[in-house]
């Protein structure tokens, strides 16, 4: 079965460090999304990536973040300058088409641990 | 009325009971409904789609009411397996159906 692949599965930073997280998508979905899940807290919505563009982002979402799709296969978060509160895991996420009835799958995540 | 609230949990069961969660939504215009499971420290994995009252799935069964705006799940014959976290989850009409997760509902089966 397809799956979505992220890497690397933890990435240890400095504050103040910029990292980048990467996705491989399932090859014939065509909405992206990225979530963030602190630790003991619940999913986050980040952002949306359709047509090679943004399509919603949250208040979480802010300058500091940025998303592209370079090579039509891997999806990147790119966090410039870290914070410690941008500790935690984030999760891509894809799906085939539009309509709500159909569910995202996700990739295994990112544990993203700021020091 | 928060976005998507669920029993807290934990719920302690033995193997072979019977569990029921429920979850409440605030937005009476979504249409599509997801649990999703998810184990400690995992990504969500999804476990059922709710789109019209309700469906079943083996020993899973999901049911909606529109009316209330209520979703629940059912698990019967719990397995130590089925320990997990469970998230109702809601699709965000309109735009591109950001999920909308719940804090999630601690299960642990014991024998």
């Known amino acids: 079965e397809p799956e979505v692949t992220q890497t690397p599965s933890h990435q240890v930073t400095q504050m103040g460090q910029e990292v980048i997280l990467r996705c491989v998508p399932i090859?014939?979905?065509?909405?992206f999304y990225w979530y963030r899940q602190i630790l003991g807290q619940k999913v986050e919505f980040l952002v949306s990536?359709?047509?090679?563009?943004?399509?919603?982002k949250s208040e979480i979402f802010d300058d500091q973040f940025s998303v592209e799709r370079p090579d039509g296969s891997n999806f990147t978060l790119k966090i410039r300058s870290t914070k410690l509160e941008d500790s935690a895991m984030y999760f891509c996420?894809?799906?085939?088409?539009?309509?709500?009835?159909?569910?995202?799958?996700f990739g295994d995540g990112t544990r993203l641990s700021i020091l | 009325r928060k976005e998507v609230e669920q029993d807290p949990g934990p719920f302690n069961v033995p193997e072979g009971a019977t569990v029921a969660f429920n979850c409440t939504y605030s937005?009476?215009?979504?249409?599509?409904f997801f649990w999703y499971r998810q184990d400690c420290r995992k990504e969500p994995k999804l476990l059922m789609s709710?789109?019209?009252s309700g469906n079943e799935d083996g020993r899973f069964t999901a049911q909606l009411n529109r009316a209330s705006q209520y979703i629940s799940l059912l698990i019967r014959d719990s397995k130590l397996s089925d320990s997990a976290t469970y998230l109702c989850?809601?699709?965000?009409?309109?735009?591109?159906?950001?999920?909308?997760f719940g804090a999630g509902t601690r299960l642990a089966v014991h024998p």
């Open positions: 090859s014939n979905h065509l909405y």
């Open positions: 990536f359709y047509n090679n563009e943004i399509s919603e």
């Open positions: 937005n009476s215009a979504s249409q599509s």
């Open positions: 996420a894809s799906r085939v088409q539009e309509g709500g009835n159909q569910p995202q799958h």
């Open positions: 989850v809601v699709p965000f009409s309109g735009g591109y159906n950001k999920l909308i």
């Open positions: 709710v789109y019209s």
